[in-house]
């Protein structure tokens, strides 16, 4: 079964539409793994949010930083900022059942030796570590008292990683560090002001995936988030977000042999 996984589509539902008939994509044999940020910044997120609904089995999402601060936005938790296009979302029919299925969605996705999440992993972290500290979230995010959580969620501290962080703070650093996260120290200080490219790092930190001896490095991470940083391939490494919604390219992998499919920005 070919397994397609594309980075950050963030609105751009014609690019989207248009790569899945690049690779010839059949849901009923293969399937599609999106990185997060489905939503924000582009001009069709909610035809994206519907397609997506729609599609089944066939495709796993994870949660990246833009489908929360939407779910945050429609709670009243926080604000719409310069540039959001979440408007068509929030005043649609169909947002309640929108929301709900996207509130649903992983935080990370594991298959075999690969590992799906929007930004990143710590280095401390194991994949069976990830995986539970993602289920925390996740249950919480769908239980019936998830307003309590958002209410929560949105703060740069803690940044780093300790066993004895509890309650909220122990949520918001999983979800900081899944969604939020470029660079970091060698014990996992995170520093989430950062966007620049992979060579201006500030000093004293590094992009999280070259952190030595980091506890996932036998697994190969899928992610996104990090436009600056662009397609990256390594053996344990496939970051995909390329700036479609900047006007750079959008990406596809087909893991089992690592072929690329790529299409222009159709605002291009």
Known sequence: ?????????????????????????????????LVGDIVNRGPDS??????????????????????????????????MTAGDTLQAILDAPDRDELLHWLRHQSLLHTEGDFVMVHAGLLPAWTIKQARQLAKEVEVALRQENFHEVFASLYGNKPNYWHDSLTSYERLRLIVNAMTRMR???????????????????????????????????????????WSALGLKVRDNLIALDTGCLWGGKLTAIRLGDRKIFQVPCARQ
């Open 46 to 79: 909610l035809a994206l949010l519907r397609f997506l609904k729609q599609a089944g089995d066939s495709t796993k999402i994870v949660l990246g930083n833009h489908d929360l601060h939407l779910l945050m936005v429609a709670e009243g938790f926080a604000k």
């Open 1 to 33: 079964m070919p397994i397609y996984a594309i980075g950050d589509l963030q609105g751009c539902y014609q690019s989207f539409r248009q790569l899945l008939d690049l690779v010839q994509f059949d849901p009923s044999s293969d399937q599609l793994w």
């Open 183 to 225: 660079v970091c120290t060698t014990d996992g200080h995170i520093d989430f002001t950062y966007k620049g490219k992979e060579t201006h790092v500030p000093t004293g930190y590094m992009p999280w995936f070259d952190v030595p001896n980091r506890a996932s490095e036998h697994a190969t991470i899928v992610c996104g988030h």
